[in-house]
């Protein structure tokens, strides 16, 4: 399980994020050294203090404060080239969500969520 996977003890440049998601580590926010102050408070609202690194999607960098499972989870995308462009979704405990695209659209599903970032050039 991912809750298992030992916190990383050294920093990491953006350059230095992976591409694919990790199974034998975690990447908090807080070994990222570029993170802005945005991300490092992404679940503060919901109780989750920690924010964790998951993939790249093409230029943007994912990450999820919260389970991956039905429940009150916050995602924020980050352009790799760009730290100042971000999108967000929001994931309900009920499986329902929201969150803008770098497409300017609203999505509620994470699926399409993702694939805007996907697509986003």
């Not at 992976?18 to 609202?45: C, F, M």
């Not at 109780?47 to 960098?61: A, E, F, H, M, S």
């Not at 995308?77 to 100042?84: H, K, S, Y």
Request: proline share 7%; net charge neutral.
């Amino acid at each position: 399980m991912s809750n298992d996977r030992p916190l990383v003890t050294t920093d990491h440049h953006t350059a230095d994020l992976p591409a694919t998601p990790q199974r034998d580590r975690t990447i908090p926010a807080t070994r990222w050294v570029e993170a802005p102050e945005e991300l490092k408070s992404l679940g503060a609202d919901i109780g989750v203090p920690q924010v964790d690194y998951k993939r790249r999607i093409g230029r943007w960098l994912l990450w999820r404060a919260g389970p991956a499972v039905k429940a009150d989870a916050r995602y924020m995308a980050i352009d790799a080239e760009d730290l100042g462009r971000r999108c967000t979704f929001r994931l309900y405990p009920d499986g329902s969500g929201e969150g803008e695209g770098p497409d300017g659209q609203v999505h509620t599903r994470f699926r399409a969520w993702k694939e805007a970032l996907r697509d986003s050039v």
